[in-house]
């Protein structure tokens, strides 16, 4: 069933997304929400790309048999990183691709794969750790040479001590970090914003939006501000954060955790 234009209709919505966030608030504002615009984490590349470089080498040399994907971005950021400094190995790198085994955190690096005509051998669900640990579990990983695409900078020690027991060698890599993007200022006076009632909802699409505004507001302070503001979450892995922190959620899209059905089911909750 279709959602009521009036659903978002004069609506306030907070927007913390900063990769997409044209695309987003595009997607809010065509349904005639006004949107507030403050990006909270910024993604960029590693600082040094010598380590990135040095674990393309030894993957387009075959020193991994297995491969796992923690997000669509870090393969991205992978492929970006030799076209800028290495374009001549992109080739055998995407070959390289087709010849490991490739297990990806939930849906989205096979989006990615898709572009370059390839797909995961297995797709870890729950997209979170315990997802990707309890896949790994059903496979023989004894000697096998693993490589892992790291979640921004995170070490992931629980999936490293889990390689570790299993018997396998991690061989991970970080080819991009997290870092602030709005001004703590502008971060307080959203928060302000929401705790004095002018913002209608705020719409989270990464555990990093959760854990800034966290940062800069204080555990409690945030608790309360949300308390008058409709709150979504892109998906289950975020809804978890947010709750970690005492927050209620409102509105998770169904099944598909995506910038679309996160507007449907938000505009679906300011409905009710």
């Known amino acids: 069933m279709a959602v009521p234009e009036s659903g978002l209709s004069g609506r306030r919505i ?10 987003f608030a595009a997607l809010l504002e065509r349904r005639g929400a006004i949107v507030l615009r403050c ?18 080498q ?17 393969l991205q950021r992978l492929l970006g990183a030799l076209e800028r400094h290495a374009p001549e190995q992109r080739e055998r790198f995407v070959a390289r691709l087709a010849a490991v085994r490739i297990i990806a955190r ?9 572009e370059l005509g390839l ?21 023989d990983l004894r000697g096998r040479h693993v490589g892992v695409q790291l979640y ?13 027991e299993a018997g396998a060698q991690a061989l991970p890599v970080a080819p991009y970090r997290y870092a602030d993007a709005a001004d703590d200022a502008d971060v307080l006076a959203l928060i302000e914003g929401m705790r004095r009632g002018e913002v209608d909802a705020i719409a989270f699409t990464s555990i990093q939006q959760v854990e800034r505004l966290s940062r800069v507001a204080g555990a409690d302070a945030l608790k309360e501000a949300l308390s008058h503001t409709v709150v979504a979450a892109v998906g289950p ?31 679906e909750a300011l409905s009710r």
């Open 14 to 23: 907070a927007v913390p997304e900063s990769r997409e966030l044209d695309v």
């Open 39 to 56: 990006p909270l984490v910024d993604i960029r590349d590693a600082p040094d790309p010598v380590p990135v470089l040095d674990w393309l």
């Open 58 to 74: 030894r993957f387009i040399e075959g020193s991994c048999d297995d491969l796992l994907l923690f997000t669509g971005e870090g």
């Open 106 to 114: 939930g849906p989205k690096p096979g989006r990615v794969l898709r």
């Open 119 to 139: 797909r995961p051998a297995l797709v870890a669900e729950p997209a979170t750790t315990p997802g990707m640990i309890g896949c790994l579990r059903e496979l």
């Open 152 to 164: 921004g900078s995170e070490a992931n020690a629980p999936l490293m001590a889990f390689l570790a």
């Open 237 to 267: 892995v975020v809804a978890d954060a947010l709750a970690r922190h005492g927050i209620s959620v409102h509105a998770v899209p169904p099944g598909s955790y995506y910038l679309k059905p996160l507007s449907t089911a938000l505009a």
